[in-house]
Structures are given as C-alpha cells and as structure tokens.
C-alpha cells in the first residue's frame, strides 16, 4: 500500500470510446505524474502537474487529455485511441516539484491502470 | 532520456549478495544517483538515493565511485522477492525521472 490509488485496475475500450482513468493520493503530495508503461519497454513520463499545475507534456498525443482538479486527484481522460495505446498507465505522486537545489522526495508509484484497446 | 547504462540481466544465488553496477558517466555535479525497482506488473518502489556519499538503509546499501561515473546497488542478502527489474536514474530534482531499460534481477533458490 503506497498511498496512491489507481481506478480502474484495468480497462477493455474500443476505439471509438470515451473512458478516463483515476488516480489519488493520500500521502499530501503536490506534484502529480502520469507515466506509460508499453510492452518489453521503458515507462514514459508523460504528463507532471505541481500545485495542479501541468509542468510538463512530453509530446502526448492529444488523445490523452490530463486533469488535474486538486493537488490530491489526477485524471486522464481518454478518447479515440488506438491498438498501440494499450498499456499500463501509472500514476505517482512526490512532495513537490522543484526545478533545482536537490530532492524534494521520491516518488511513490500507484498499481498502474492496465489498458486494452480493440 | 535515461542517462544510465545497466546490464540488462542478472542472476543471484538466495541469501548471497546482489551486487548491481550502474554507469552514470555523464552525470552532472548536481544530479543524484536513484535506485528503484519494479516487480512484475505493479508499479516501480523507491530503493535508495545519494549524491555523493555511500548510503544505507534497511532495504539496501548504495557505492558510488569517487568520481560519480558509476555506482552499485547492493542486496545484501537476496530473497525471492527481491526478484525485480531495478532501475538507476539520475536526477537533479528528484522529481522528473526518466526511466531507462533496467537491470532484470533473477533471485535462483
């Protein structure tokens, strides 16, 4: 139990769907993080939000669309995606982002979101 | 983009040492050297950090080399359930990391 909880667990979607996936933490973090996890590859970052605010979008097809309403709850809404978008999707929180002066804690990592799209 | 090479696979006998290399030639004066690890299917648990200095805490211990290009994660006495891909990043915030390939850590009975 990490204090970060990720809803659903998994997710079967066809590609003309809309669904959005979940995650929130408990641990009063305020730097939220999205990553993907493909098949036999690297996780991606894909999205981090500080204070609710998106701090960075590492060239996320539009498709995926983040929220962030409050520093405790992360969001992404998906639509229209494709086969290769399956994967596992993983949210992680720390205690803040800071852009330099040394680590502001780790980042603890939910049990991701396992999404299929056929 | 990940700054760290790692091999990327390892075998340790149960209760014996794991010892994991980590090359961090680039690394930059202010970037700290991060230990992570992922069992299957679950999402990654913070290991150990350190900038300099050798550290240790109750799951491992982490060297890293006078001149910072390398560093070893050690296990000190590996169960099955440290079977795991381990990951060294580097990061001078501690916050963006930018996960590698790993090293994927067999633990043998």
């Known amino acids: 139990e990490t204090g970060v909880t990720q809803t659903p667990r998994h997710l079967v979607m066809g590609m003309t769907n809309k669904k959005s996936l979940k995650c929130e933490q408990h641990?009063?973090?305020?730097?939220m993080y999205w990553y993907k996890q493909s098949a036999k590859k690297p996780l991606e970052l894909m999205f981090v939000?500080?204070?609710?605010?998106?701090?960075e979008n590492n060239s996320v097809p539009s498709r995926f669309s983040p929220e962030c309403p409050n520093s405790s709850h992360l969001f992404l809404h998906l639509h229209t995606l494709q086969p290769e978008d399956s994967a596992l999707y993983l949210c992680?929180?720390?205690?803040?982002?800071?852009?330099?002066?040394?680590?502001?804690?780790?980042?603890?990592f939910g049990e991701g979101s396992r999404l299929t799209v056929l | 983009d990940a700054k760290t090479t790692q091999p990327p696979s390892m075998d340790c006998a149960e209760g014996r040492a794991a010892n994991l290399p980590c090359n961090h030639s680039?690394?930059?004066?202010?970037?700290?050297v991060y230990w992570y690890r992922q069992i299957h299917s679950q999402g990654p648990q913070y290991i150990i950090h350190?900038?300099?200095n050798n550290e240790t805490n109750e799951m491992a211990s982490l060297i890293i080399t006078e001149d910072r290009k390398s560093s070893t994660l050690i296990l000190p006495h590996a169960t099955l359930r440290d079977t795991a891909v381990y990951y060294c990043?580097?990061?001078?915030?501690?916050?963006?990391?930018?996960f590698g390939t790993g090293t994927s850590l067999t633990v043998i009975p």
């Open positions: 992680a929180s720390s205690l803040s982002l800071r852009l330099a002066g040394g680590p502001t804690g780790e980042l603890f």
């Open positions: 641990l009063g973090h305020n730097a």
């Open positions: 939000y500080n204070f609710k605010e998106q701090t």
């Open positions: 680039t690394i930059s004066g202010n970037e700290y």
């Open positions: 350190g900038l300099k």
């Open positions: 990043i580097v990061s001078p915030t501690g916050n963006q990391f930018y």
